[in-house]
């Protein structure tokens, strides 16, 4: 004779299972190729003008450079002594005969 159990309590397994449906998952996949491909279009533009700014900020680096060189000559030849005794002559200055000193005693304090 064979022993063999039985049991009637029903046992169910609660298996949980995932349908994945393609047409789903292949646009949310495009979806994420489409959007990854428009950010990089963005940061591309975004690279491209900031570059563009550093060429032109560049450029106007150097002219200024420029600028200033030429300007530090025509100051320096404006300065000179030749042009100081020039600019002297011009001006309406008045020889100084006798100068006159004032002493002021060492114990004296400023008062208002």
Do not use: C, W
């Amino acid at each position: 004779m064979q022993n063999v159990l039985v049991s009637n309590l029903p046992i169910t397994i609660n298996s949980v299972r995932i349908k994945i449906n393609l047409r789903v998952l292949s646009f949310f996949l495009f979806l994420t190729a489409l959007s990854l491909f428009a950010v990089t279009i963005l940061q591309l533009n975004t690279y491209t003008k900031e570059f563009y700014l550093v060429q032109s900020y560049e450029k106007k680096i150097n002219q200024l450079t420029q600028e200033n060189k030429v300007l530090e000559i025509n100051f320096s030849q404006a300065n000179s002594l030749l042009h100081i005794d020039n600019l002297a002559q011009n001006q309406i200055f008045v020889k100084a005969g006798k100068i006159d000193y004032i002493r002021i005693l060492e114990s004296t304090a400023l008062a208002k």
